[in-house]
């Protein structure tokens, strides 16, 4: 079965120091998202991406936060500058966004984010 | 615009049943049922489209009450691998296909 995979799976990154998460959606997948999880606490939205751009962003998604898709495959979330409440798993996630059918978004496994 | 989520957790014994609920303050077009295992990413259970909807596939079943913007997700015969925080995510009416999560619900069954 087609999945997300994401990568890394785990990053450890001092504060102020910038970090690049990749993640490979789905294959005939058009819209990624990435969402962020604090331990213990609930998956929280941070964007979402479709036809090369931005197509919504919550108040966290702030300006040290960008999202690229630089080729055919992957799509990336780069945090500038981390500081230590960024720690957090960041998950991306991918859908086909067919109505009809409904909007069903995959997720993968997940990159542990530690600032220390 | 996040959902509310009740009850916050959930003690089982094998083989009993649960329900837990989903209520949202917008209209909603969609609501998105996921069981997370602690330190895995969410596994999509069912989705509910249309006001009215039942899904359910073995002993997890979801209904969608499109008029009071609320669903449940029934688990019954709870078996120990349904152990897991539960999270409903909603699609508001209007909406960019955004998803947004409420807070979750701790299952633990024990046997």
């Known amino acids: 079965e087609p999945e997300v995979t994401q990568t890394p799976s785990h990053q450890v990154t001092q504060m102020g120091q910038e970090v690049i998460l990749r993640c490979v959606p789905i294959?005939?997948?058009?819209?990624f998202y990435w969402y962020r999880q604090i331990l213990g606490q609930k998956v929280e939205f941070l964007v979402s991406?479709?036809?090369?751009?931005?197509?919504?962003k919550s108040e966290i998604f702030d300006d040290q936060f960008s999202v690229e898709r630089p080729d055919g495959s992957n799509f990336t979330l780069k945090i500038r500058s981390t500081k230590l409440e960024d720690s957090a798993m960041y998950f991306c996630a991918s859908s086909d966004r067919i109505r009809s059918s409904g909007n069903t978004i995959y997720f993968g496994e997940g990159s542990w984010l530690t600032v220390v | 615009q996040q959902p509310v989520q009740s009850p916050q957790a959930v003690i089982l014994r094998e083989g009993e049943d649960a329900v837990i609920n989903c209520s949202s303050s917008k209209a909603l077009y969609s609501v998105h049922w996921y069981r997370q295992k602690h330190g895995e990413a969410p596994v999509f259970l069912m989705i509910l489209l249309k006001g009215g909807e039942q899904k359910g596939h073995d002993k997890i079943s979801a209904s969608f009450n499109e008029k009071k913007q609320q669903s449940s997700l029934y688990l019954t015969a709870s078996q120990l691998s349904y152990s897991g925080t539960y999270f409903c995510?909603?699609?508001?009416?209007?909406?960019?296909?955004?998803?947004?999560f409420g807070k979750g619900t701790l299952l633990t069954v024990n046997p």
């Open positions: 294959s005939n997948h058009l819209y």
């Open positions: 991406f479709y036809n090369n751009e931005i197509s919504e």
């Open positions: 995510g909603t699609e508001i009416r209007g909406s960019n296909y955004k998803l947004t």
